[in-house]
């Protein structure tokens, strides 16, 4: 599950979705109620938004930062054992880089699910009004899905709406949305009609045909045995469309690869040795170990 949350990074604020899988204490809750402590269960999801809230939401609460100094110890022993501490330092150092959370008009549009379907007069609207969705979340202080959802972008740009009277029809469209922004929708989704054919977005075919995608997905495969071999989420690394993308980008390219994948630590773990199996220069050599087939790149 994941959730768009705001964050303040180096004084402004900026959306981020997060991938919400545990807290933080339960991963950790072994190591923490070794030291003596016993840690409450059952308030994760409780209504935090009462008020007065109980002693027991305060003592939950409280323990989220009462075991920090702890937990970054435990952290901090797990990345040395592993000679992952220099790569986690890295990591974190990217995450505050605001220009990852800026929005980018040219860009963001494609981050809509289901973009990729869209053919490029269809793509035009969803453009623009990807662009009007982040003006209008940051006026009413929310986050842009919580306005309004990507399927319902997806709607409104593979049927355009010309007419106020016809946003009644749009499925998943939230009524006091369309009662004050519908007049904006409209408009913004006329502009992007009314475009020349050359300022148009162009549409790159990257579905990948069927040998490609056995390639890909035998490429996903050594990068999850890749990380399970060196203990590193393979979620935190990469995703099974990054690599379609990495496959695509060393195998096509004329210019030398650019991905990200090929930088930092992200080289160091799994990209370099990708590139490699794909240019035969190197091979991995794979091991069932504790359960799950892991991977290591060979001498």
Request: net charge negative.
């Given at each position: 599950m994941s959730v768009?949350?705001?964050?303040?990074?180096?004084?402004?604020?900026?959306?981020?979705?997060?991938?919400?899988?545990?807290?933080?204490?339960?991963?950790?809750?072994?190591?923490?109620?070794?030291?003596?402590?016993?840690?409450?269960?059952?308030?994760?999801?409780?209504?935090?938004?009462?008020?007065?809230?109980?002693?027991?939401?305060?003592?939950?609460?409280?323990?989220?930062?009462?075991?920090?100094?702890?937990?970054?110890?435990?952290?901090?022993?797990?990345?040395?054992?592993?000679?992952h501490a220099n790569w986690a330092a890295e990591e974190c150092g990217n995450q505050c880089?605001?220009?990852?959370?800026?929005?980018?008009?040219?860009?963001?549009?494609?981050?809509?699910?289901?973009?990729?379907?869209?053919?490029p007069r269809n793509l035009a609207v969803l453009r623009q009004l990807t662009v009007w969705r982040d003006t209008a979340a940051r006026a009413a202080n929310l986050p842009p899905r919580a306005l309004l959802r990507d399927e319902v972008m997806i709607d409104l740009a593979r049927n355009p709406v010309?007419?106020?009277?016809?946003?009644?029809?749009?499925?998943?469209?939230?009524?006091?949305?369309?009662?004050?922004?519908?007049?904006?929708?409209?408009?913004?989704?006329?502009?992007?009609?009314?475009?020349?054919?050359?300022?148009?977005?162009?549409?790159?075919?990257?579905?990948?045909?069927?040998?490609?995608?056995?390639?890909?997905?035998?490429?996903?495969?050594?990068?999850q045995a890749l990380c399970a071999g060196q203990g590193i989420d393979v979620a935190v690394a990469t995703s099974r469309q990054e690599i379609t993308d990495f496959y695509q980008q060393v195998t096509s390219s004329e210019q030398p690869p650019t991905h990200r994948l090929l930088h930092g630590w992200r080289s160091e773990a799994i990209g370099s040795t990708l590139r490699d199996l794909l240019g035969s220069k190197s091979g991995i050599e794979l091991t069932w170990q504790d359960g799950m087939l892991k991977g290591s790149r060979k001498a």
């Open positions: 768009d949350v705001e964050l303040i990074v180096n004084g402004k604020q900026v959306e981020v979705t997060v991938d919400v899988r545990t807290s933080l204490l339960e991963a950790l809750r072994e190591e923490i109620e070794l030291s003596g402590a016993k840690l409450p269960k059952g308030l994760t999801f409780t209504r935090w938004d009462q008020r007065p809230l109980s002693s027991s939401q305060l003592r939950y609460a409280a323990d989220d930062v009462r075991y920090l100094v702890l937990s970054r110890h435990e952290i901090g022993r797990r990345l040395d054992a592993l000679g880089k605001l220009e990852h959370f800026q929005f980018d008009p040219a860009q963001q549009y494609m981050r809509v699910r289901g973009a990729t379907s869209l053919a010309r007419t106020t009277a016809k946003l009644a029809s749009v499925k998943g469209l939230p009524r006091p949305v369309e009662a004050e922004y519908g007049q904006q929708i409209v408009q913004t989704t006329e502009q992007a009609l009314a475009l020349p054919e050359e300022q148009l977005p162009a549409v790159r075919d990257s579905e990948p045909s069927p040998p490609e995608k056995f390639r890909i997905d035998s490429l996903w495969a050594a990068t």
